[in-house]
């Protein structure tokens, strides 16, 4: 059975950084797909960016240049650096791995304050 441990949310300020990570453990395989997701209040859950097992990355244009992306293979885990924030990055973050089905991790609240 798939868990996953996530870290690194919070409060910040405008134009600050932080920098979320998210393991999963109890899969004897390493996920084809890992990435984020985020879900701000009244808004359907979007995707924020995800990361192939060979580095492949994509990066969706509301935060692209502010956002990166990167994953570690041999612990299962992806993490998220997130600069220049916005009050508009505020959502509940969601970590994901994909291997023929999506296994969601659990959210992290993110908030930015103005």
């Known amino acids: 059975m798939c868990s996953w441990q996530a870290s690194g949310g919070g409060l910040v300020q405008a134009g600050g950084s932080l920098r979320l990570s998210c393991a999963a453990s109890?899969?004897?395989?390493?996920?084809?797909?890992m990435g984020w997701y985020r879900q701000a209040p009244g808004k359907q859950r979007e995707l924020v960016a995800r990361?192939?097992?060979?580095?492949?990355?994509l990066v969706e244009d509301p935060v692209k240049g502010r956002f990166t992306i990167s994953r570690d293979n041999a612990k299962n885990t992806v993490y998220l650096q997130m600069n220049s924030l916005k009050p508009e990055d505020t959502a509940v973050y969601y970590c994901?791995?994909?291997?023929?089905?999506?296994?969601w991790g659990k959210g992290t609240q993110v908030t930015v304050s103005s």
């Open positions: 994901y791995g994909f291997m023929a089905i999506q296994y």
């Open positions: 109890g899969t004897s395989f390493s996920f084809n797909y």
């Open positions: 990361i192939s097992s060979g580095g492949s990355f």
